[in-house]
Nanobody
Framework: QVQLVESGGGLVQPGGSLRLSCAASGIIFFSHYTMHWYRQGPGKQRELVAT???????DYADSVKGRFTISRDNAKNTVYLQMNTLKPEDTAVYYCNADWGPHNYWGQGTQVTVSS
């Protein structure tokens, strides 16, 4: 019933930008959820990249601070990740996650590759 559909990944050169989208369907009270972006790079564990809570406060991993911005549009049940000044070490599969009490949902992941 619940589905998170991610889009916007792709291949970009270092210094480039991408905007990821995660569209939720079947989630009632989307605005109550804390939304996260995670990523998992080659040979690495999954790590938390960015968080936006229901009150719109945000957190970022140190590695992306100043370069990435998480945002949400509750009317569209969508969360975004704007990624600027991309580096090769940003290469990973990026996952959207929605979390509210006992409810926890994941997107399918979208590949971001930063390479020249």
């Amino acid at each position: 019933q619940v589905q998170l559909v991610e889009s916007g990944g792709g291949l970009v050169q270092p210094g480039g930008s991408l905007r990821l989208s995660c569209a939720a369907s079947g989630i009632i009270f989307f605005s109550h959820y804390t939304m996260h972006w995670y990523r998992q790079g080659p040979g690495k564990q999954r790590e938390l990249v960015a968080t936006e809570r229901s009150d719109d406060t945000t957190d970022y991993a140190d590695s992306v601070k100043g370069r990435f911005t998480i945002s949400r549009d509750n009317a569209k049940n969508t969360v975004y990740l704007q990624m600027n000044t991309l580096k090769p070490e940003d290469t990973a599969v990026y996952y959207c996650n929605a979390d509210w009490g006992p409810h926890n949902y994941w997107g399918q992941g979208t590949q971001v590759t930063v390479s020249s």
